[in-house]
C-alpha cells in the first residue's frame, strides 16, 4: 500500500492546529526545555514566527497535517513532526523538498536536541559552529549546521 503525502503551504486559519502540533513535537523531543519555556517560545511562533518564514506543512490523504517547516533564503528555520507521526519519514520528505526544491544549505539545531542533530547528520549535515546561547540569549546551546 503506498500511502501519499502532499506538501504545501498551510493557511494563516491553520497557525492554531500548527501551534499544537509544534508543542506536543517538543514537549517529545525537548525535554530541556520546561513548562515555561514552552508556553514562552510557542507565544513567540504564534505571533512572530511563522509569519517570518516561508512555511510548507506536509499532510496525509485526508488533509491532516503531520508536520511542518519554516524555510527563510537558504536556511531551514524550523522543522517539526507530530509524535505520532515520528519515525515514519515525514521529517526526511520535509527536509528533501527544503534542499532539492529551495536550495535549503544550512540549519540551526538546540545541541541538547540529540535526536535532530542525529537526524540532521544522517541527512548530510555538519556542524561548523556552536553558539552558548540560543537566538533568545536563553541558555539553550545551538549547533550551527551545513551541507
Known amino acids: 500500500m503506498t500511502v501519499l503525502y502532499k506538501i504545501e503551504g498551510p493557511n494563516e486559519s491553520e497557525f492554531s492546529a500548527i501551534g499544537e502540533l509544534w508543542?506536543?513535537?517538543v514537549r517529545a523531543t525537548h525535554y530541556f526545555l520546561n513548562d515555561?519555556?514552552?508556553i514562552f517560545f510557542k507565544s513567540l511562533?504564534?505571533?512572530e514566527y511563522l509569519k517570518l518564514v516561508e512555511l510548507f506543512c506536509i499532510r496525509d490523504t485526508n488533509g491532516s497535517i503531520l508536520g511542518f517547516m519554516g524555510i527563510e533564503s537558504d536556511k531551514l528555520e524550523m522543522l517539526f513532526v507530530h509524535?505520532?507521526?515520528m519515525g515514519k519519514g515525514i521529517g526526511k520528505m520535509l527536509l528533501e523538498h527544503a534542499v532539492q526544491t529551495l536550495q535549503v544549505t544550512k540549519?540551526?539545531?538546540?545541541?541538547?536536541?540529540q535526536q535532530?542533530?542525529?537526524f540532521y547528520q544522517k541527512m548530510g549535515f555538519k556542524t561548523i559552529s556552536r553558539s552558548a546561547l540560543d537566538?533568545?540569549?536563553k541558555p539553550f546551546p545551538i549547533l550551527h549546521m551545513t551541507l
Do not use: C, H, T, W
Not at 540549519?107 to 536536541?113: H, L, R, T
Open 23 to 25: 508543542e506536543a513535537s
Open 36 to 38: 515555561q519555556d514552552i
Open 45 to 47: 511562533l504564534l505571533n
Open 83 to 85: 509524535p505520532q507521526a
Open 107 to 113: 540549519v540551526d539545531v538546540n545541541e541538547d536536541n
Open 116 to 118: 535532530a542533530v542525529g
Open 135 to 137: 537566538g533568545m540569549g
